[in-house]
């Protein structure tokens, strides 16, 4: 139905490979007057992980960096936390000038006032990520059906797309669907050539993909990697900080689908893309019609823009429920 020859089984059946950063909220007040903030583990790719791993009970797993210092601590209990299991790559901390885990900074806005995100990625540890520095063959001699990665740690240093593509290559060999969130930072290219180079070394990455989300046109996307077999996005119309149309579409082996168009009250919208994702890789990997597939990503990544954080407190039944047109009537 679908066009995707995905395993039957496997010990993962996800494997992400990404950054984990963890962002400092300080709520609907701006950064420059806060007093005090939550803590969230993030990451897009590893979002997608833990989504699948707590609401859809998919066993999943992140290759990522690590570094062995109190962040890294807090940063590992939570990814544990979340079911995920963790292949590292360790850096150790020299106290003065890292390497680091990366910190987001992001405030949730108010009305008319947006959320504010900025970053501090100096000396990242995921940057220092290079080619062999994770036995891809052990990995995935474990059985994996589905390998997901994103543009944003394409983007961190020279070496990370080469982590990627190397990571891909290996995913192919062992069978698995080959995933990719092509969303695009414009800071982080800059450092290293550009929106030239981007395109350049997405384009090298693309070629191994079965799966593209986060394309500005799902029908675009098609003609333009004519090789893929799916594509999909999500649309967005913001109306105010808190209140979003909400619209997904995707363009499953030749033919194209549209959720349903729904008004979100948005408490915290960081990260709901990686909920439709998530949702969405549920959908395909659980044999679901791709309309059906559509529906649970576009419901997942609505709920996921109602919690705080950057990822998900729904439960499977809650998903299904919004996907078959519930509501937000009270549950009793």
């Known amino acids: 139905m679908n066009g995707l020859d995905i395993p039957r089984e496997g010990a993962l059946g996800l494997l992400a490979l990404g950054a984990l950063v963890y962002r400092l909220d300080p709520g609907v007040v701006p950064f420059h007057k806060a007093t005090e903030c939550k803590i969230h583990l993030s990451g897009g790719e590893y979002n ?18 690590m570094v062995r210092y109190p962040i890294g601590d807090l940063i590992a209990e939570r990814v544990r936390a979340m079911g995920v299991q963790p292949f590292y790559k360790y850096f150790e901390h020299d106290g003065v000038t890292g390497p680091n885990m990366a910190t987001v900074y992001s405030d949730r806005g108010y009305g008319m006032r947006p959320p504010v995100v900025f970053y501090n990625r100096a000396n990242e540890a995921a940057a220092l990520l290079k080619p062999g520095d994770f036995d891809w063959a052990s990995i995935f001699a474990r059985g994996v059906r589905w390998f997901h990665s994103g543009g944003i740690f394409a983007a961190l240093s020279p070496t990370t797309a080469e982590v990627i593509i190397e990571a891909m290559q290996a995913a192919k060999s062992a069978g698995a669907v080959v995933s990719f969130d092509i969303n695009f930072r414009e800071k982080l290219w800059a450092a290293w050539g550009g929106a030239e180079r981007a395109e350049a070394v997405l384009r090298r990455i693309v070629q191994y993909v079965d799966v593209l989300v986060g ?7 098609a003609k333009t990697y004519p090789h893929i077999k799916i594509a999909a996005a999500t649309e967005r119309e913001v109306l105010s900080a808190n209140r979003h149309i909400w619209r997904a579409a995707a363009w499953i082996d030749g033919q194209t689908y549209r959720a349903p168009t729904c008004e979100l009250d ?6 709901s893309g990686d909920g439709f994702a998530a949702g969405f890789f549920y959908g395909l990997l659980a044999g679901e019609t791709p309309e059906n597939a559509l529906k649970l990503g576009w419901a997942h990544g609505a709920l996921v823009s109602t919690f705080p954080g950057d990822t998900t407190m729904a439960k499977l039944a809650d998903v299904r429920a919004l996907a078959q047109g519930g509501s937000a009537r009270i549950q009793r």
Do not use: K, M
């Open 266 to 271: 948005v408490f915290d919208r960081v990260g």
């Open 48 to 65: 997608v992980a833990a989504n699948l791993a707590d609401c859809f009970g998919i066993p999943t797993g992140i290759t990522a960096a």
């Open 215 to 221: 394309v500005p046109n799902v029908d675009d996307a």
